[in-house]
């Protein structure tokens, strides 16, 4: 294999254990809030999620200009190294379980850490990948977001496969040596700082990609609810640990079937429209989780929901980038961040009003139609088409 194949395999490697190692947090929420282990409280486990969102959105504004001055190698090393602290401490912490009082900072750090590295790591991924298929950036960013989605959906189902709540400490276990594998293995790789990495001397930021940002701030509103609550939300609607853990994983399976499924065919047919509508296809499940929320449905629920929400994030930074290519690391971190905005909005708020469900959905419903509105606004003379 030449040396471009070599660093497209790891690169989606990487895509793929960033997202596995983002998601062992949220994965372990009924670890978290179990009695007999680390005993937080709902509230207390919405609340650890404030430095992670904090550190996530930091990393993300600043790391397009970290990379337009220092190149993608040495960001993205650092975002890795972060995570894999962060995961390493994580497994660690089942030897020093005695001490109850000092659990919930710990986590905190530990959250914050792993925040700050999915932060450099992820945006510097994006144009990364783009890089590496400059005739097909969309559906190269499409792709490497199925494998984050693909990752994101592991972690939980490593907690459902594990059984009993008290062997948790094998899913930070497995995950650490995984990605520091990886890490290894990409310090090895070559990687060139070009122009799709730099940013203009002097720009502004146009009022369309606001109108993204907007956009992506309410999509991530949505994920954060599901992401975060998604297995309290169906444990109030009648599921046990087990099968609200399967439900959250279905979620992020659905999103990444989506992307790899976008990815492919963007390539060959034009999917804008099927893009353009997902959110109502979202509000429409939605709507039967509040009108009908029959317990054997909800996980066919939620794997629908993530499906259709697959692809406007992503797909969002993919349209982005080919609508202003001279801001491709920009857009990446842009809506990167946005996207936690929404995550860490919702993770903060919910944590004490998690046991509304129906009104929680209707929020969400509400939402999506917004979502829809802007996507068709933003269609007016732009290059979508090109995008998908």
Not at 321 to 326: D, G, K, R, Y
Not at 328 to 354: D, H, K, R
Not at 368 to 382: E, G, P, Q, V
Request: aromatic residues 14%; positive net charge; proline residues 4%.
């Amino acid at each position: 294999m030449n040396s471009k194949t070599v660093t497209i395999i790891v690169v989606y490697i990487l895509a793929f254990l960033t997202g596995v190692n983002f998601v062992v947090f949220p994965a372990l929420g009924t670890v978290f809030t179990d009695p007999s282990l680390f005993t937080l409280t709902s509230s207390q486990f919405g609340n650890l999620f404030i430095p992670q969102v904090i550190c996530i959105i930091v990393a993300c504004f600043g790391a397009p200009f970290l990379i337009n001055k220092t190149g993608p190698k040495p960001v993205l090393v650092c975002g890795l190294l972060l995570m894999i602290i962060s995961t390493g401490c994580l497994w660690m912490l089942h030897y020093f379980m005695a001490n109850k009082t000092l659990v919930f900072p710990v986590l905190m750090v530990l959250v914050a850490f792993m925040g700050a590295g999915f932060g450099l790591s992820i945006t510097t991924l994006n144009p990364l990948a783009a890089s590496l298929f400059d005739d097909n950036r969309s559906s190269a960013i499409l792709i490497l977001q199925f494998l984050v989605g693909l990752g994101t959906s592991t972690s939980p189902l490593m907690m459902n496969l594990i059984g009993d709540v008290k062997n948790w400490k094998y899913v930070p276990g497995s995950i650490f040596i995984m990605v520091s594998v990886a890490f290894v293995m990409f310090l090895f790789l070559k990687i060139q700082k070009g122009t799709l990495f730099q940013l203009p001397n002097h720009f502004k930021i146009p009022g369309k990609l606001w109108i993204f940002f907007i956009t992506i701030i309410l999509y991530g509103c949505i994920e954060g609810t599901f992401g975060s609550f998604g297995g309290i939300i169906l444990k109030n609607q009648g599921l046990d640990n087990s099968k609200a853990s399967l439900g959250l994983s279905l979620f992020w399976g659905g999103i990444a079937i989506n992307r790899l499924l976008f990815g492919i065919f963007s390539k060959k047919f034009n999917i804008s429209y099927v893009f353009l509508i997902s959110p109502l296809f979202v509000a429409g499940f939605l709507t039967l989780m509040v009108v009908d929320p029959d317990i054997n449905i909800l996980l066919l629920l939620m794997f629908f929901i993530g499906f259709f929400m697959g692809s406007i994030f992503p797909g969002s930074i993919g349209w982005g980038t080919v609508e202003f290519p001279m801001f491709s690391v920009l857009v990446s971190g842009f809506l990167m961040a946005a996207n936690q905005i929404g995550t860490g909005v919702v993770t903060n708020v919910l944590g004490s009003f998690s046991n509304y469900t129906s009104a929680i959905l209707e929020s969400l419903i509400a939402l999506m139609l917004i979502i829809f509105a802007l996507l068709f606004y933003l269609k007016r003379n732009s290059k979508i088409k090109e995008a998908f």
